[in-house]
């Protein structure tokens, strides 16, 4: 039976105080997360840094390894934004271009990165990028998923990350937690 009407094949409605689940429709099935991989994004970004002035430097391949038709905050090589600019961009645009960007800069503790085109930044930026999804990993289970694989910031399409309903219940709660998340989370638009 479905008394709610929920047409989604994976579904669940959690108490955010308790924990307690009051609706579950195949809620341990895995699937693909897409944009909501970018809470996880956006809360280790928070919990690693206090100050959101800090300005990133953005490089060739956080632009440019973004495919064509995913949603971007038309990011520049070679500027600089500041981490409270790439979250809202982040969480409100829902932009992949900012998700690589601070993946990029929190993977490597900073702007010590190269952000050229080169064969030699390319790797490295892929590197940063499986470093960050390692860091999200361990978050995830530190929260307590218990199916859940990421292997970028953002949610692009990869059947190696995948996520079920009851995780992204979980890290929405913990999310829910965060005071940085939840005036994100308000916000309907950025300038």
Avoid: R, W
Wanted: net charge negative.
């Amino acid at each position: 039976s479905n008394p709610l009407g929920i047409i989604a094949d994976a579904a669940i409605l959690m108490d955010v105080n308790t924990g307690k689940t009051l609706y579950d429709k195949h809620s341990e099935q895995k699937s693909y997360p897409a944009s909501t991989t970018k809470l996880l994004t956006a809360i280790i970004t928070l919990e690693k840094y206090k100050d959101l002035s800090k300005k990133v430097n953005i490089s060739y391949y956080s632009v440019h390894s973004v495919p064509y038709t995913y949603s971007v905050a038309a990011l520049l090589p070679g500027e600089q934004q500041t981490l409270a600019d790439l979250l809202n961009a982040l969480m409100v645009a829902s932009a992949n271009d900012a998700a690589y960007s601070l993946a990029e800069y929190i993977a490597n503790d900073g702007n010590n990165y190269p952000i050229d085109s080169s064969e030699q930044s390319k790797q490295n930026f892929e590197n940063s990028i499986k470093k960050f999804s390692e860091m999200m990993n361990t978050k995830a289970k530190e929260i307590g998923c218990t199916n859940t694989n990421f292997v970028n910031p953002n949610g692009i399409q990869n059947e190696n990350h995948y996520s079920t309903a009851h995780d992204l219940a979980l890290i929405g709660k913990y999310a829910y937690s965060n005071i940085g998340i939840q005036t994100l989370a308000q916000k309907k638009e950025v300038s």
